[in-house]
């Protein structure tokens, strides 16, 4: 299974991390290419906002976060972060982890459809001030 946690309401310019842990039954999390897909308000798609493919630890960002959010793991933890500075009002969402054993490029992992790999619950957060 796949857990976020973290989201929060936020002002304007503030920052959150939220965090995903994955399994909890022994399997390790090193394998597996992982991202961060936000739902906002009112809208039916999923967009994908960080991913980064588990091979060399390449990432992908949408141009709508690109030096304001970072994604990183903690494989001794089983554990996905996406740190989320300066953020906006439109960051306003539901913020989905999600993991697959083998897309292998971060760019199509944010492209990932909710039939494929392994989702959350979401974790909501609101930015406003």
């Known amino acids: 299974h796949v857990m976020e946690s973290g989201g929060d309401l936020v002002q304007p310019g503030g920052s959150l991390r939220l965090s995903c842990l994955a399994f909890?039954?022994?399997?390790?999390?090193?394998?597996?290419?992982i991202g961060w897909f936000r739902q906002a308000p009112g809208k039916e798609r999923r967009e994908g906002v960080s991913c980064e493919q588990s091979t060399d630890g390449r990432t992908y960002y949408a141009s709508s976060v690109e030096g304001r959010f970072a994604i990183s793991r903690d494989n001794a933890k089983n554990t996905v972060y996406l740190q989320m500075n300066s953020l906006k009002p439109e960051d306003t969402g539901v913020y989905y982890c999600?993991?697959?054993?083998?897309?292998?490029?971060?760019?199509?992992?944010?492209?990932?459809?909710?039939?494929?790999?392994?989702w959350g619950q979401g974790t909501q957060v609101v930015v406003s001030s």
């Open positions: 999600v993991l697959h054993p083998f897309i292998r490029h971060a760019a199509a992992m944010c492209q990932l459809t909710q039939d494929l790999g392994t």
């Open positions: 909890g039954d022994g399997e390790s999390l090193d394998a597996y290419d």
